[in-house]
């Protein structure tokens, strides 16, 4: 089982970025997939999760309205969509699957497998 994240890169504040999260021997849409972010020197962050045929969407509050989660089933891709990137969105992100498929969790604990990250750095 293996995930790997990409798209991360440095933008301008405002500027957009596309992460995706693609999985290698097993079947994305069988998980719920979430997105997590640590910044240096803080603790990791739950920021966005889509359970199995998108029955449940979370988004924490300081991305709503700016990101958004979506599945690509033909590309067993999960995409995480960033506009109106701000200095303080700046971290690592980090993509993971949870066998409890129909449901959402923004812990980490509740997550079976996790990719390496990808940097993201929002800076003029």
């Known amino acids: 089982v293996q995930l790997v994240e990409s798209g991360g890169g440095l933008v301008q504040p405002g500027g957009s970025l596309r992460l995706s999260c693609t999985a290698s021997?097993?079947?994305?849409?069988?998980?719920?997939i979430g997105w997590f972010r640590q910044a240096p020197g803080k603790e990791r962050e739950g920021i966005s999760c889509?359970?199995?045929?998108?029955?449940?969407?979370y988004y924490t509050d300081s991305v709503k309205g700016r990101f958004t989660i979506s599945g690509d089933n033909a590309k067993n891709t999960v995409y995480l969509q960033m506009n109106s990137l701000k200095p303080e969105d700046t971290a690592v992100y980090y993509c993971?699957?949870?066998?409890?498929?129909?449901?959402?969790?923004?812990?980490?604990?509740?997550?079976?497998?996790w990719g390496q990250g990808t940097q993201v750095t929002v800076s003029s």
């Open positions: 993971a699957a949870r066998r409890l498929r129909y449901h959402c969790s923004r812990y980490g604990s509740e997550y079976d497998y």
């Open positions: 889509i359970s199995r045929y998108a029955s449940s969407i």
């Open positions: 021997r097993f079947t994305l849409d069988d998980y719920a």
